[in-house]
């Protein structure tokens, strides 16, 4: 059975201090080189490359010195917040400036021109049905004076897309010559459009292979003479929605990527004159949310058939043909799309009230925003008369007309580039964040003379504060080693075995215990050197 020998051994106050201390002054250093204390605010201040900081904090007392110093400092911070905050709130208003400026080429794409002839039913064209279909649109009595008889109101059911082509005015009979850049051209070089006029043409148009000049200037773009044919306008017999006073044509010119919008865009042009347009392309380029509020177009968005850009016309055709198909479950001639086009009545019952309302409301009920990239075409006009008296008696033999004629219904229409060059203006960010990072920085260096280092500098002396207090913190928060109060020692009987207990002790090298342990513990020894021995039992 083994037997286990407890001995207590309990030495005087002084020794277990001495002891304490010691044991405290060997781990503070071990630990001291694994964690550096944090530098003190003074300390940091003096290092530090923050102006006027080290004159603040010092040691020892607050000066006046150091009071004039730290008003100093808190006012060039005050200064400093209040530029900073300036500049944050003009970059997060984003302004921007437009930027114009001119550039010269060697050749330019001509614009698409479309003409249309404000009359929009010739009154030959008109038959008697379309008469009588159109007398809520045109106000004009029948042909025959006796009336319609009972057995025309069998007439066949209205194609309001073929009285519009077949009524119009065809180009083949106004155009009377025709001039490109020298180049003679005819009715072929134009194409069929359908706006609110009816009937119209575009020239160039095409915009997979559009027309160049080589050089500005009258006689290097298009002129044409057009006879207006006033003896084909409808007669007035009470005014409708149709009715017009004018006499004339109307004229877009526009890009081939968007469609003609005449009746709003275009200018009229009046018999008897020869009209000059000197024109200059104007390119411009505006800016997405949140500097500008322009659309980009979509790669493979198609507003209308036929146009693969977004353009501001082509939104505002989509959008009323929406609004008409809606109230009216049907579209306008000039509308694109499949649906089913709309009956003389439905015109005047529904669609043209409709599509007056869509345009007084585009803004609320059709949005339309500026595309990102937008060509157009400045225009200066002027003009003179024609005929003179010479070539009036020239023209009225040539198409066998008389000259009273030939002033009332003919036109000359000259468009050409004022020069071969284009304005390009491009809206810019006028405050950017290169420009809000450059003011904040000239404003910290010039108020405080601090920098990016600084920053730095003062989160890494913060860190080193966090860090110094958080391992105060886990330290202290450390469970104690449970050390044997009053210093028991406990020995094994095997490893006194043939020696007895004082035999053992006394056996110690001094130092150790050999002069603080006695064999009787009933006597009280001192040892000046090594403590006073108070028990030792057994």
Not at 24 to 38: F, T, V
Not at 285 to 301: F, H, I, K, M
Not at 468 to 494: C, F, H, M, Q, Y
Request: proline share 5%.
């Amino acid at each position: 059975m083994p037997i286990e020998i407890v001995c207590k051994i309990k030495f005087a106050e002084e020794d277990e201090k001495q002891k304490e201390k010691e044991e405290g002054d060997k781990e503070s250093l071990i630990e001291e080189p694994a964690r550096p204390r944090s530098r003190d605010l003074a300390a940091f201040a003096s290092a530090s490359t923050l102006h006027g900081l080290g004159h603040i904090c010092r040691s020892g007392r607050l000066g006046v010195r150091q009071t004039l110093w730290a008003f100093a400092f808190l006012a060039s911070l005050a200064f400093f917040l209040y530029q900073a905050a300036k500049s944050a709130l003009l970059y997060l208003e984003h302004p921007h400036v437009m930027a114009l400026d001119e550039e010269a080429i060697r050749e330019m794409v001509f614009p698409a021109i479309t003409i249309c002839n404000i009359n929009r039913y010739r009154h030959s064209a008109l038959t008697d049905a379309d008469i009588f279909h159109l007398a809520n649109m045109t106000g004009l009595p029948p042909k025959d004076r006796d009336g319609h008889k009972a057995t025309d109101l069998l007439y066949p059911d209205p194609d309001m897309a073929d009285i519009v082509n077949r009524t119009g005015h065809q180009l083949d009979d106004m155009l009377k010559s025709c001039n490109f850049s020298g180049e003679n051209c005819s009715s072929r070089d134009f194409t069929v459009v359908y706006t609110r006029y009816g009937k119209c043409y575009t020239f160039n148009g095409d915009r997979r292979n559009p027309r160049v000049t080589r050089q500005g200037g009258m006689g290097n773009g298009l002129e044409i003479m057009l006879d207006i044919q006033q003896e084909e306008y409808l007669p007035i017999w009470r005014e409708t929605n149709e009715t017009s006073f004018e006499a004339g044509i109307r004229v877009q010119i526009h890009s081939q990527d968007e469609p003609p919008y005449i009746h709003q865009l275009g200018f009229g042009v009046s018999p008897g004159f020869q009209t000059f347009v000197s024109c200059q392309e104007q390119r411009l380029t505006y800016l997405p949310q949140p500097w500008g509020n322009c659309r980009a177009s979509v790669q493979g968005e198609q507003m209308l058939p036929g146009y693969d850009t977004y353009s501001i016309a082509a939104c505002r055709l989509q959008c009323e043909k929406e609004a008409v198909v809606q109230s009216c479950h049907c579209r306008m001639v000039h509308m694109p799309g499949n649906e089913s086009i709309c009956s003389p009545n439905v015109y005047i019952e529904c669609a043209d009230h409709t599509l007056d309302a869509a345009v007084e409301d585009s803004q609320e009920r059709c949005s339309c925003p500026t595309p990102c990239n937008l060509t157009r075409y400045g225009k200066e006009i002027s003009m003179v008369r024609i005929p003179n008296k010479g070539s009036a008696r020239y023209l009225a033999r040539k198409y066998n007309k008389n000259e009273t004629y030939i002033r009332e219904n003919f036109l000359v229409l000259d468009i050409f580039f004022e020069a071969l060059n284009y304005e390009a203006i491009e809206q810019k960010k006028a405050y950017d964040l290169a420009g809000l990072l450059g003011d904040i920085g000239g404003q910290m260096g010039l108020f405080i003379g601090a920098s990016i280092l600084t920053i730095l500098e003062i989160l890494d002396y913060v860190y080193e504060v966090i860090r110094d207090r958080v391992s105060r913190v886990l330290r202290r928060s450390k469970p104690p080693l449970k050390k044997p109060s009053g210093s028991i020692a406990t020995l094994g009987l095997e490893e006194l075995k043939d020696q007895s207990p004082c035999e053992t002790l006394g056996r110690h090298v001094e130092g150790a215990y050999n002069t603080g342990i006695l064999p009787n513990h009933h006597h009280r020894h001192h040892y000046p050197h090594q403590g006073v021995f108070e028990d030792f039992a057994c």
